[in-house]
């Protein structure tokens, strides 16, 4: 198994790739800490994952506060004895997110809180535990609109992944001789419930899926198993990469006939 006897701790584990991700992951050996703002959500994550004949454990919490952090990352060491992996996977996506003069500052705040301001937090707090492990792996989920600019505008979701780019690398040099890799993993546009939410017209999705050269969105479960693959040993010499799994939207930015 590629995660034998690894503890990983997951946020926005309640759906999506997160959810995906905890399955998977649990299958290949690890003992899965399943961190949800949703407490619900990450239960049914967990029942999932033990009914799947694996090892899970649910912790809520909403990952912009400094508390909730250091309060999982306890957890995790608190319960399992130690923490191997951290994936900060937890983002938002919000349908008020536009261009810069319609974007109104609540929604800039609250995407920045969570989807940057979330995964330093996880980084500050987990590190330490990681240290404390002798070494591990860190993957933060960007997106591919952190390279490149989307063609529905979001400018709030766009600009708090490129921060999780640069925050990969910085953190990715600074903990390189730790045993510490660090990086980001970079969805394009996939068929989950956030992208749907904020694509919620034909029109729009179109718009998105004209430029993928696949031809189709993506699959959580696709996008966990790349994220299985920087958790793993397999990856050891990978780190602060941006691991792009997009349908080839990056290679070759289609436009419409």
């Not at 969570?114 to 996880?122: E, T």
């Not at 500050?124 to 933060?140: E, F, Q, T, V």
């Amino acid at each position: 198994m590629r995660l034998a006897e690894k503890v990983v701790l997951i946020t926005g584990a309640g759906s999506g790739i997160g959810r995906e991700s905890s399955l998977l992951f649990a299958r290949e050996g690890a003992t899965v800490v399943a961190v949800d703002l949703n407490g619900d959500a990450a239960s049914e994550t967990s029942a999932l994952v033990s009914k799947d004949g694996g090892a899970s454990s649910t912790f809520q919490a909403d990952v912009s506060r400094a508390a909730d952090c250091e309060a999982m990352v306890a957890f995790a060491e608190s319960t399992h004895g130690r923490l191997d992996v951290l994936f900060n996977n937890a983002g938002v996506m919000i349908s008020s997110d536009d261009d810069a003069m319609a974007t109104d500052e609540a929604t800039w705040d609250l995407t920045m809180n969570v989807n940057a301001k979330g995964v330093f937090l996880g980084c500050k707090y987990g590190i330490p535990a990681l240290r404390r492990a002798g070494g591990g792996s860190i993957i933060n989920t960007a997106s591919f609109v952190a390279v490149m600019g989307a063609a529905t505008p979001q400018v709030a979701y766009t600009a708090s992944k490129g921060a999780v780019l640069a925050l990969t690398r910085e953190l990715a040099v600074i903990h390189a001789r730790e045993n510490i890799r660090v990086n980001a993993l970079c969805p394009g546009p996939l068929r989950t419930e956030m992208l749907m939410k904020f694509l919620d017209t034909e029109a729009k999705r179109q718009r998105r899926l004209v430029h993928i050269p696949m031809g189709r969105f993506g699959e959580a479960r696709e996008v966990a198993q790349a994220a299985l693959f920087l958790a793993s040993d397999e990856s050891s010499f990978i780190t602060g990469s941006d691991f792009l799994v997009d349908g080839g939207i990056t290679a070759a930015y289609v436009t419409p006939e």
